[in-house]
């Protein structure tokens, strides 16, 4: 009696209800070169995200208000590690801060860059004799940052800073709408130390106006003639 041999086929068939084959398992996976390389791509990915969540953030400057140091359209590097660990802001630094309840009264969160000039405890006045904020009766020399041609107010003021708050100045005061232009706002004009998002240290891009951001000479000249107080931050509330 004739018997018909039946090849195997090695490679098998989905439709014969084998596995499938070893060659075509090898042939749907990508190269090892391929895997390590979306691996890293992932993992840059969240260490990208990581630290601009925690760390530093990019930030684009929407307006003149911080000229001649930030222009409209600057790119600058914001620490948010800066007063993480027990720091509280200073005298002279330039953060960004979320305005709601202090510059907006309700609405979506909208961040702000202005220069502190009175912590919590200080009392800021304009103008002197001379024409220049005092801080705690201590004048202030701004004329390393003020925008060129500039008072350091068209208008007087005279604010007493609360515990855990900030009064924060524009460098460009003409066109500035900063803590002297909402006093009589609910927020009071005075913006809360647990809003500010961290310090601008780099100014990025464009790469002509790539710098670092430092505090002025003159914060430390007016806390050298405030007895070397730094003021009162009180709580971050």
Not at 24 to 51: E, H, I, K, M, Y
Not at 95 to 117: H, I, P, Q, T, Y
Not at 196 to 205: A, N, P
């Amino acid at each position: 009696m004739e018997t018909q041999h039946v090849h195997e086929d090695r490679d098998g068939s989905p439709g014969d209800g084998q596995q499938p084959s070893r060659s075509s398992a090898v042939r749907g996976r990508l190269p090892r070169w391929a895997r390590d390389l979306a691996v890293l791509v992932v993992v840059c990915g969240l260490v990208l995200v990581l630290v601009n969540r925690f760390v530093v953030q990019p930030f684009g400057i929407p307006s003149d208000s911080m000229e001649p140091l930030l222009k409209t359209g600057d790119r600058v590097l914001v620490n948010r590690l800066a007063y993480a660990f027990g720091g509280a802001p200073r005298r002279g630094d330039v953060v960004v801060f979320d305005g709601l309840g202090s510059f907006k009264e309700d609405g979506a969160a909208e961040d702000f860059v202005k220069r502190v000039v009175g912590v919590g405890g200080d009392r800021v006045v304009c103008c002197d004799a001379s024409g220049r904020i005092t801080v705690n009766g201590v004048a202030l020399d701004e004329s390393s940052y003020l925008y060129s041609g500039e008072k350091p107010s068209d208008f007087g003021f005279d604010a007493v800073v609360p515990p855990g708050k900030l009064f924060v100045l524009g460098d460009h005061r003409a066109v500035s709408k900063d803590s002297r232009d909402h006093l009589g706002d609910p927020g009071g004009g005075m913006v809360p130390v647990s809003k500010v998002v961290g310090r601008v240290d780099w100014v990025i891009l464009p790469v002509g106006h790539w710098r670092s951001v430092d505090r002025p000479a003159a914060f430390a000249a007016l806390e050298s003639g405030l007895g070397g107080k730094g003021g009162t931050h009180g709580h971050q509330g």
